[in-house]
C-alpha cells in the first residue's frame, strides 16, 4: 500500500516523498483517511509508530482544502496540537512544518521555559496551526493573545502522559475555551480509567484505531543485562562504551543528580557527554539534543522524562545505569532504539539491589532477558543488597528518587514519594499571571520540580492489549464508535490486571 491510495493531495505526497517515507505505517493507514473524513477519533498508538504523520498529514490536507471560517485580514488559529513535553511540541511542529512544506499554512510552536514574547509576536502575525503544552497555552488564553474562537480541529497527542504528569486540569480549561462544534483527534499509548472519562467527555462517536507497538521489547531490540556490582557501573559503561566503539548512546540513570554525575564522570573518561533532565535550561536541552542527534555528542544521559520524546531514528544503543522503578518504564526506555524497522541494542548493568526490579521487568515482558558477566567485571558473590531508597538518599539524592515499585495512582503518594500535582507543571513552564492551584501566586519556585514529580511516573504500558478479547467494556460510553474495535482499545487495562501487569 502506498501514500497514494490514502486521497492525500500531490503537495503531501511530494513532501512525503522527499522525506523518503515509501509506504504508509499502520497507523497512518488507518488514521489518514479516518481524519480526512472529518469526524473524532480515538487512537491507540505510542511514539515510534508514525502518528504524528498520521493525524498531520490529514489535518494539513484538511486545513488547505477548506476556507478558513471567516475570511479576515489574520489567519485564525484553526488546529490546536497538545503534547505533554516541549520536546515533543517542537518535534511535533518541525513535521508540521516538514509535511506541509509545499502548502501556504503557518504553524508555530508555544511552550513554556522560554521567553513568550516571540510566541505573542508569532500569533499576531497569524498562524492556521499552534503546537503547544497545555500551561503555556493557557498563559495565553488568559493573557487574550491567542485567539481559539475559530478553531476546527483539536489534538491530544499522548494524552495518557498529559493526565499522568497532571495536565487534566490544564486540558479542561483550555477545552472549556474552544468552540464546541470541532474535530477531535485523541492519541494515547494506554487507556486508563481517566483516559476513557476524557474520550468520552470529548469525542462524538469516535473512529477507533489501535496499532500494535512498533518496538515490543521481543522484536528488533537485543536486551541484555550485564550483572555488575554497584560501585563499578560507571567503570563497567565506560569500558562498554570504548571497547565497542559505540556511538549515540542515550544512558538512563534514576536521578537528575545521578545524571549530571555520571555525564560528569565520563567526560572525565574522555567520553563526551551531557546530561538532559527537568533543571536544565530549554536551551541547555536543545543544544544537547541537537549535538546527539548530529553525533558530536557520544553520549546523552537521561532521565525517564527527560527522554520522552526524543525521537532519533535507528538510536543504536540503549544503557539502563539503572534499572527504573517502575517496570513500565523499562519497555519505553529501550522502545527508543531500533526505531523505524533499525536494530537496536538495550543492555542493562544490573547490581544486587536490583534483582528484585529485574524480576518485575522480566514478568512484566514475560521473558527472561540473556544475561552475561563481563570479565574482570564479575560481582561480588557476597555483596548483600541495600533497599535502593536508604541507599540514594544517603548519597543526598533525594529529589523524587524513591524506590517504591507500586504504580502511583490517583490521589496517592507516588513511587518517588512525591504526591501527584494536578495541574501541575510538569515542563517547569513560566506560570505567568495565572494562579496556580496551589495559590502560589503563579510561582514556578513553588512547584516541584519536573523531574521530582515524574522520575518513576510509569510511562507508556506495554500492557498487552487483546483484540480477540474484544467484548463490551465500552458500556459506559454511550456513543457508538464508528470503526474499530472498542472493546479491543479500551479493555487494556483489563487485561494488564488479569494477567498480573498494570497499565497505569
Ligand atoms: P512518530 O511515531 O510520529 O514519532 O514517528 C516516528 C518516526 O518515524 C519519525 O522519525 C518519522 O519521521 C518516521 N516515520 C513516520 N512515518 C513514516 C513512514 N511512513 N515511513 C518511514 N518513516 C516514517
Redesign the pocket.
Known sequence: MS?DSLGLSEPLLRA?NE???????P??LQAIPAVLKGGDLLAG??????????FTLPILQRLSQLAPAAAGAKRPVRALILTPTRELAA?VEE?VRAYGKYLKLKSTVMFGGVGINPQIDALRRGVDIVVATPGRLLDHMQQKTIDVSQLEILVLDEADRMLDMGFIHDIKRVLARLPAKRQNLLFSATFSDEIKALADSLLDSPALIEVAR?NTTAEKVDQKIHPVDRDRKRELLTHLIRGNNWFQVLVFTRTKHGANRLAEQLGKDGISALAIHGNKSQSARTRALAEFKDQTLQVLVATDIAARGI?I?QLPHVVNFDLPNVPEDYVHRIGRTG???AEGEAVSLVCVDEHQLLKDIERLIKRPIPSEVIPGFEPDPNAKPEPIQRRSQGRGQGQGQGQGRQAPRNGEARANGEPRREGGRPNGEARGARPSNGGNGGKAGAQPSRDARNASKPSASPAPRRAESAPTNHAANSRKPTGGNPGALLGGRRDAQRSGTRSR
Open positions: 501514500f512525503v522525506l523518503g517515507y515509501s509506504s504508509p505505517t497507523i497512518q498508538a505510542q511514539t515510534g509508530t508514525g502518528k504524528t504523520a498520521g518535534q513535521s512498533r525521537d531514528d526505531r523505524a524497522g
